[in-house]
Structure formats: C-alpha cells, structure tokens
C-alpha cells in the first residue's frame, strides 16, 4: 500500500500476516485472554471444540477448531509440525452472529506466543516461591516467547537455557541479555541473569520451575534430576508420540492439565495408565476458583497440548482491533 492508495473500509476477509501478528499482540491483553479462555474450556457449558492430527513422514498437521461465546468467534487452525520444529500454518476466523469468513491469520508467531501465554499463566497460577529458578529447555519461538511472558510478570529470579543447538541457546541468551550479562524486559523493573547450559541435568538441577519447549519423541528430562519442589510446565508434547518426561515423573507428580480430554490422548499425560486419569486436574478449574492451589508438597506437573479455545480467544484480539488501528493490514478482496 503506497500513498496513492485509499484507505480501506475496514470490510472483507483480513489478511493478518506474521508482522502483524507481532505488531498488534501484547503481553497483558495475551495473558488475560488466556486465563479467560482456559477457565471457559474447563467449564461444563463450555462450546465444542475439535482437535485432531494427520502424521506424514517426518511432521504432523494439527487442525483444531474452538469457539468462545464472548467475543462471538469460531477459529479453525491448520499447523503443520515439522519433527525437528519451526511450526508453520493458518488460523480461519469466523465471525458466527454474522454468519461469515473475517480473517485468515498466519499462525506461527501466534501458535508460539499463545503457548507461551499459557505456560506463563500457569507458572504464576502453581508456583508459589518468588523469584525461583527457571530452567527453559529449548530455544526456538516456544522458549523465546516463554522467556519474555514470565519476564514481563516479573516471575524469574534466574534463567537458564538448554537446547540441543548450543549455538540456538547462546543465541537466546545473548538476546535476552545485555553487554553486562543481565537481562532487563521492557515493564519489569530490575534484571533478570540468563545463562546457557550444556546439559539438561545441569539446567534444571534445583531450578524450582522447569518449562519444556521441545519436539522430542524421547524423554529429556529424567526424575533424578528434578528438584524435589519443581514445578514442571511441559509445553512440548503436543502430537502423539512426543514425550520430554522421564519415567516416574507424572507418578511422583501432582498434574495440572489444560485440556484434559486432549492431554490424556496426545500429552505426556498419554502415557498415564488409563485408570490413573482421574489424577488429572484442568487449570481452568483452578482459575475459576480464584487461582488458589493448596499447597502441594513435592513434584507439580503441568501438561499443555494447547487450547483452541486459546486459538480462538486470541483471534479474537486481533479482529476486534478498531479499524483506525489497523493501517497496512491487508484484505483478501484487494
């Protein structure tokens, strides 16, 4: 769009594409929308939602489809999950009062900060220490985004980074941090230490919370190495198959969930035995509740394999944008 070229309307199919995707989401609307979103999917009246997968040779295709009540919206994602990561797809968004199409919105960028909005909702909501020790195993969007939402809580008192990439972990750091060594987040106040890690043992032995943002098939993190108190907040099983959690992990653990009926087929929770399902609680019904957890005395686990009520409260964000804010957006009828 050059200067020539009229203003639009504001009517027709969006076109939101990765920059504006960055551009217009924020960290409080994000967090907010999340911790709305997962309490109305742990409800009873919650609307239906649709998740499933198709694997082909070395990814899978999630497609999942939810809807909100408030704001009126129905999204449809497709990712494609590469096995060695880097998430790429689209997310249709409906409009269901009027009956119609209103976006289509690249979903990289937004898949990897909705995941990391959840991640961070949960820490806040189940660990109770201040300032702990966050371990992060992984270095792509996922832990990048992660890294930044707790940040702007001002939650991590110290950060450390593993990823199988040295050379993606010391890029990490070296983002989030300073000349001095320190990292300071745009509305946190203070520094937050980062440091990369060679091994996993290394990262999060005595860390308070371990956050896992990996696509790996294997267990990495293994419970000898788990700090008694942690709270594991693990994001990256999301496909069957995938598993980051050791054995004895979720048997020691006390588990957190943020769908269960999709944890239980395709999370780490997929490898609980079927009688053992009922240990499972949804976040959202945590959150409902006030956010208060009893005290829990040894091991936590959070199993997140994402939400498309999430999908869909977060499109929601960004179609409702007044259309004076807007600029540069592209439409499908241009």
Same mark, same amino acid.
Not at 186 to 206: D, I, M, P, Q
């Given at each position: ?27 409080? *609307?994000?967090?907010?929308?999340? =911790? ?27 497609? *999942? ?6 704001? %009126?919206?129905?999204?449809? *994602? ?77 939650? %991590? ?84 198959? *995938? ?24 999370? =780490? ?66």
């Amino acid at each position: 769009m050059n200067e020539n070229t009229p203003a639009h309307n504001g009517t027709g199919v969006q076109v939101w594409r990765r920059s504006d995707v960055r551009a217009f989401l924020t960290w409080p *609307k994000l967090l907010e929308v999340a =911790e709305e979103a997962l309490v109305a999917v742990s409800s009873p009246s919650a609307l239906p939602a649709v998740s499933t997968q198709l694997l082909v040779p070395g990814a899978s295709l999630h497609l *999942k489809a939810g809807a909100l009540l408030e704001p %009126p919206v129905i999204s449809v *994602k497709a990712n494609l999950r590469p096995d060695s990561g880097s998430a790429s797809g689209a997310v249709l968004v409906f409009d269901y009062e009027g009956q119609q199409l209103r976006a289509i919105v690249a979903s990289g960028d937004l898949t990897a900060m909705r995941t990391a909005a959840i991640a961070a909702v949960a820490t806040r909501t189940l660990v109770a220490k201040k300032t702990p020790v966050v371990a992060i195993l992984g270095a792509g969007p996922v832990a990048r985004y992660t890294d930044e939402a707790l940040a702007y809580l001002g939650i %991590p008192g110290e950060v450390r980074i593993w990823s199988r990439s040295p050379e993606r972990a010391a890029d990490l750091v070296a983002a989030a941090t300073g000349a001095d060594g320190v990292a300071s987040a745009v509305g946190v106040s203070g520094t937050v230490g980062h440091r990369a890690y060679a091994t996993v043992a290394e990262a999060v032995a005595g860390a308070d919370v371990v956050v896992t943002c990996t696509p790996s098939r294997t267990p990495i993190v293994q419970r000898a190495d788990l700090a008694p108190h942690a709270v594991v907040i693990a994001m990256g099983a999301d496909g069957a198959g *995938k598993r980051e959690l050791g054995e004895g992990i979720l048997d020691a653990a006390t588990l957190f969930v943020d769908v269960a009926r999709d944890a239980l087929r395709v999370g =780490e929770c997929e490898f609980l035995p079927e009688e053992q399902a009922g240990r499972v609680t949804e976040l959202g019904a945590v959150l409902a509740g006030g956010g208060a957890v009893a005290q829990v005395d040894g091991l936590v686990v959070f199993d997140s394999v994402g939400s498309s009520a999430v999908d869909a409260a977060v499109v929601g964000l960004l179609v409702g944008q007044p259309n004076d804010d807007r600029g540069g957006l592209l439409y499908l009828n241009d």
